[in-house]
Structures are given as structure tokens and as C-alpha cells.
């Protein structure tokens, strides 16, 4: 007769409860993901700001009310990125300010801001007019 042996216990990790939870998450967080950005109001901040000092008018790009876009004076609506990459003064510096019209789409300012950061600008300066 063999000697008596101890009961041997399960050493393996069940998972299947885990994995279903697990699912059941994914599908939740699927399903609510959509929910939580649609119909997000954006309601943006009224800021009081003092004057900011420009350093020189050249390096200014100013977006008009019907979303033409201007360096300095001169329209530079349809080839923006190449006028601001061909600036030696711009490349050197990596500094520019933008001025908006506040009736300007929000495109066309995101569109000179894409083309100041394309150029190699680091520092890009929003100027508005400040609340009495």
C-alpha cells in the first residue's frame, strides 16, 4: 500500500470571472464614451488684460473679419507658411504676434496659428484690446 498523500489544491487562477467583468467594463465605457462630449457648450472666459508691448510691427500677422490673413501689410491669405518660413527676422527671433478681428472665424485664426508653429515659431502672442 502507498503511503497516504496529502489533498493536492487547485493552484491555478480562474480568470473567466475577470475576463467577463472585464468585458462587460469595455462595453460600458464604449457606450458612455459618446455621451460625455456631445453637446458640450463652450462658453469662453471674459478677460480683463492690460496692453502688451509689441516689439515691432513687423512681426505681427493680423486675421480680418472676412478671413483674410496679413504679415506686417501685406496679404498673405493664399501662401501664409511660405511667407513666415522666408522671414530671417521671424526665424531668428521664434517669436510672433497674432491680432484677430473678433469677428474672425475661429479657422482662419487656427490657420495662422499652424502656419507661425510650421515655421518654427515658439512663441506665439494673441493681442486683443483690453475691457475699459
Do not use: C
Request: proline share 5%; no cysteine.
Amino acid at each position: 500500500m502507498r503511503p497516504a498523500t496529502r489533498s493536492r489544491g487547485l493552484h491555478e487562477l480562474n480568470l473567466t470571472p475577470l475576463v467577463d467583468v472585464m468585458l462587460v467594463l469595455l462595453v460600458v465605457f464604449m457606450v458612455a464614451a459618446p455621451l460625455l462630449t456631445t453637446g458640450l457648450q463652450v462658453r469662453l472666459p471674459e478677460v480683463k488684460v492690460t496692453n502688451t508691448p509689441v516689439k515691432d510691427g513687423r512681426l505681427v500677422v493680423s486675421v480680418a473679419s472676412d478671413g483674410r490673413i496679413f504679415f506686417g501689410e501685406r496679404d498673405s491669405t493664399a501662401d501664409v507658411e511660405a511667407i513666415l518660413r522666408a522671414n530671417a527676422r521671424l526665424q531668428v527671433e521664434h517669436e510672433l504676434y497674432i491680432r484677430a478681428d473678433k469677428d474672425a472665424r475661429y479657422r482662419a485664426v487656427a490657420r495662422a496659428i499652424a502656419a507661425a508653429r510650421s515655421a518654427g515659431v515658439t512663441s506665439v502672442n494673441l493681442l486683443v484690446e483690453p475691457e475699459p
